[in-house]
């Protein structure tokens, strides 16, 4: 299976209702199963310390109106912040990743993810950054409505080398607010 998901432009699932929320150190085994289950590796200490950092934004998306008790994880995302441009990558908030268990892609779970991590950026900065595998099709259209351009392309960029020696570094103004599409039912997390 590859890590990233197929490219098919217009592939939709049923939209599912979600709620979006911080992640917490219990997350951190459902974080694990995701990564696997999605073909890629899984840091679970590096997922604690970023759950624990004030200055990031971990956050899962879960189906909303669950009952009572521990709901399954349907996908996850975070944020980091890149403190020395040592390659191209600025200085900056970057969107850093977004895994969707893949019983659960195109159903509307990254694209909350996305929306509830920009809006978390744009309380921050005038702009947010993002680097993708030049080869990931599928999460570079995932980016699109929030306005991410491409800014420079490179086998390194914000400290990541790239599974066929090429990434993409793209930006996108977090301020003045413009439109953005979000599933409605998705409140921001706090």
């Not at 909303?64 to 995302?77: I, N, R």
């Not at 509307?108 to 080869?135: C, D, F, I, Q, S």
Request: charged share 20%; proline share 11%; net charge positive.
């Amino acid at each position: 299976m590859s890590a990233f998901a197929e490219f098919a432009p217009g592939a939709r699932g049923e939209l599912v209702p979600l709620a979006v929320r911080r992640a917490v150190p219990d997350d951190v085994g459902a974080l694990v199963d995701i990564q696997r289950r999605a073909g890629r590796d899984a840091h679970p200490e590096s997922y604690r310390r970023a759950i624990g950092d004030p200055g990031r934004c971990v956050l899962v998306a879960l189906p909303a109106g669950a009952p009572d008790g521990p709901a399954p994880v349907l996908g996850w995302a975070q944020t980091y912040h890149h403190d020395e441009a040592t390659d191209p990558a600025p200085v900056g908030h970057y969107l850093g990743g977004v895994t969707v268990d893949p019983r659960w892609r195109r159903r509307g779970v990254a694209a909350a993810l996305t929306g509830a991590r920009m809006v978390w950026v744009e309380e921050r900065a005038a702009e947010a950054h993002y680097v993708v595998n030049a080869r990931n099709r599928a999460s570079i259209a995932l980016h699109q409505p929030w306005g991410f351009a491409e800014v420079a392309r490179g086998p390194r960029l914000s400290g990541i080398t790239f599974d066929g020696g090429v990434g993409i570094l793209l930006r996108a103004t977090t301020r003045p607010p413009r439109q953005r599409i979000r599933n409605t039912s998705n409140p921001p997390p706090p």
